[in-house]
């Protein structure tokens, strides 16, 4: 089984709507397929509507989470998506949103960018507007050469000229409101350096003693290094470890089944969920 538990769609900040996402999983040969858009779960009925024919769906969402100053991303398996507590947190993430990359393209004007919020908003076509659509703007106008160079200190990194803060969850607190709505948590890209500072391991070690489930281990972000680091850390704290390629389609360079997550791992992802099942395709519409 080739299993890819991270991929985004027009709902937040991919580029392939989610029906085109589920198509284009299956004719890369993935077996299963993980939607998890930011903050946001509002692809899925389009997703589920489509998933062709031996390929399964599985629902999450990528939530936004800072610990300790840093920011951080959770990977949320399989949840109830009506549950109202964990509903009213992703949509105050989501609703933040807006007025902060209104900020970003305020500070960039600043700097003599002549990016518009327009311009964002048609980039971000209705979805969960966020970074990589104020850096895709950046790409239009030239300023940079594609969006991952965006993702610096002199444009929108962390502390970066043009970045600005936005609400984000505890994720000791989303660890728990996922939990209660059902779901499984995995810690995305948790060594994904060159994004900026990282969550230290004393930290990841208090997560996993809180109820999370994983980390991310094989990811673009992760040199060999880095992964054999973080297996070593699973290894110890006892955490499931995954792989993902962090689909965006032509937002960014990886593509889909580039990391693969293993069988045994996604089984138990499952075992543990209640809040939701995974959707096996049956031809899609």
Wanted: proline share 5%; hydrophobic share 40%.
């Amino acid at each position: 089984m080739r299993i890819d538990l991270h991929a985004h769609s027009t709902a937040s900040d991919g580029t392939d709507t989610p029906a085109e996402l589920v198509r284009n999983a299956a004719a890369a040969g993935l077996d299963v397929v993980a939607l998890t858009d930011h903050d946001t779960t509002r692809g899925y009925a389009e997703a589920m509507a489509a998933v062709p024919e031996g390929l399964t769906l599985v629902t999450g969402a990528e939530l936004s989470c800072r610990v300790d100053g840093v920011s951080m991303h959770m990977l949320a398996y399989l949840f109830d998506p009506e549950e109202p507590t964990l509903l009213a947190e992703r949509e105050l993430v989501r609703d933040d949103r807006v007025p902060r990359a209104q900020g970003m393209v305020a500070k960039l004007n600043g700097l003599g960018v002549p990016v518009t919020w327009e311009q964002v908003e048609r980039i971000a076509g209705g979805g969960s507007v966020g970074r990589p659509h104020v850096a895709t703007a950046l790409v239009e106008l030239g300023v940079v050469p594609t969006v991952s160079d965006a993702f610096t200190e002199e444009w929108l990194a962390d502390g970066g000229r043009a970045f600005v803060e936005k609400h984000e969850t505890d994720p000791f607190e989303a660890i728990r409101l996922v939990k209660a709505a059902g779901g499984v948590t995995v810690f995305a890209h948790p060594g994904a350096s060159k994004r900026g500072r990282t969550v230290p391991e004393a930290a990841i070690a208090e997560m996993a003693a809180a109820g999370l489930d994983g980390i991310e281990v094989e990811h673009m972000d992760h040199d060999e290094e880095t992964r054999a680091r973080l297996r070593g850390l699973a290894g110890e704290l006892g955490l499931l470890t995954t792989g993902s390629s962090d689909y965006h389609g032509s937002r960014k360079t990886c593509v889909l089944g580039e990391y693969v997550t293993d069988p045994e791992v996604y089984g138990e992802i499952t075992r543990r969920a209640t809040g939701a099942f995974p959707v096996p395709g049956t031809g899609g519409a």
